[in-house]
């Protein structure tokens, strides 16, 4: 079965990290993608910081764009990546591995992916 797995953190404690340390987690980060390439079905990307957002939003007249993703969560997602495996355990298994939850403010969001769009044929 198909999941996101979706990289969360907090932009104001991953300001507040030593780069030595972020450096030692970025390197654990590429290893723990090639430690688990049989699995991952899309290596998906690291995003660009959050203040590069642009939302388009439902407004009363039309689309809307503004600027950011004014979320109410202090945690902003900076990557994703899409994952192939037996069921949910094993999702939740491979994402307590992500190397990046030793850090203060980071989380790992795993999401199904829709794959059976029956529902919508007529």
Not at 108 to 114: G, L
């Amino acid at each position: 079965m198909k999941y996101v797995i979706m990289f969360t953190s907090t932009p104001q404690l991953d300001a507040a990290i030593a780069p030595e340390v972020a450096q030692d987690v970025y390197g654990r980060v590429f290893q723990w993608f090639q430690d688990n390439a049989e699995v991952i079905d899309d290596s998906g990307a690291e995003l660009q910081p959050v203040e590069t957002a642009t939302t388009v939003r439902h407004g009363a007249r039309g689309a809307v764009v503004v600027d950011g993703p004014f979320t109410e969560a202090r945690e902003a997602v900076g990557g994703f990546t899409i994952i192939d495996v037996p069921d949910l355990d094993a999702a939740i298994a491979l994402a307590k591995s992500w190397p990046m939850l030793e850090m203060e403010g980071t989380s790992v969001e795993v999401r199904p992916i829709v794959t059976d769009y029956s529902q919508f044929e007529q």
